[in-house]
Nanobody, 114 residues
């Protein structure tokens, strides 16, 4: 499965962005879809995950500000990011797991700066 992330850009602190992750095939059978991010000099971290059941998990640092959702009909996962902070600056990646293998998108840059 191929994943294509998009929607990144430059935004001022307090602003919003919505990231999209489009899959090359149906995501209905993909139980977990996730967003990760990696800032310069830091390890990649899990930001948010969503199961097929709709259950979600968020990193403490983004809880209450970010919302992950999935549209199985459009084979797309979204990450709505509100109240953005400079520390949210990173390359954001989407990820899924199928058959025990991890599949990553190419990443989209999010920069939060005034």
């Amino acid at each position: 499965v191929q994943l294509q992330a998009s929607g990144g850009g430059l935004v001022q602190p307090g602003g919003s962005l919505r990231l999209s992750c489009a899959a090359s095939e149906s995501i209905f059978g993909l139980n977990i879809m996730s967003w990760y991010r990696q800032a310069p000099g830091k390890e990649r971290e899990n930001v948010a995950s969503i199961l097929n059941s709709g259950s979600t998990h968020y990193a403490v640092s983004v809880k209450g500000r970010f919302t992950i959702s999935r549209d199985n009909a459009k084979n797309t996962v979204y990450l709505q990011m509100n109240s953005l902070k400079p520390e949210d600056t990173a390359v954001y990646y989407c990820k899924t797991i199928r058959g025990g293998f991890a599949y990553w998108g190419q990443g989209t840059q999010v920069t939060v700066s005034s």
